[in-house]
């Protein structure tokens, strides 16, 4: 069975910084691309950074120059590195990874989510 499991959310003021944490578990044979997400209330899911398993990565134009996206392929793991926070940036985080196990075909997997709360 696979797992994603973030980690590192809280609450921080306007101007800080949070660094998020996602890890792979489980039977994985292989991982492509690996992203992060956020869902505001009342609002869709969206991109925020993601990155490929060379780590060529992509941001959101909201968050250029603000945030970081990294991996670790021998953990399974992948970052975000969050700083000048601003109160829009409150959202759930989700990490998100296209990966293969071992009993089945490349899919995409989703983590369970981890709160950015910014305010004053």
């Known amino acids: 069975q696979v797992q994603l499991v973030e980690s590192g959310g809280g609450l921080v003021q306007p101007g800080g910084s949070l660094r998020l944490a996602c890890a792979a578990s489980g039977s994985i044979v292989g991982i492509n691309a690996m992203g992060w997400y956020r869902q505001a209330p009342g609002k869709q899911r969206e991109l925020v950074a993601d990155?490929?398993?060379?780590?060529?990565?992509n941001y959101a134009d909201s968050v250029k120059g603000r945030f970081t996206i990294s991996r670790d392929n021998a953990k399974n793991m992948v970052f975000l590195q969050m700083s000048g926070l601003k109160p829009e940036d409150t959202a759930v985080y989700y990490c998100?990874?296209?990966?293969?196990?071992?009993?089945?075909?490349?899919?995409?997997?989703w983590g369970q989510g981890t709160q950015v709360t910014v305010s004053s």
């Open positions: 998100k990874a296209n990966l293969r196990p071992l009993w089945n075909a490349w899919s995409d997997y």
């Open positions: 990155i490929t398993s060379t780590g060529s990565a």
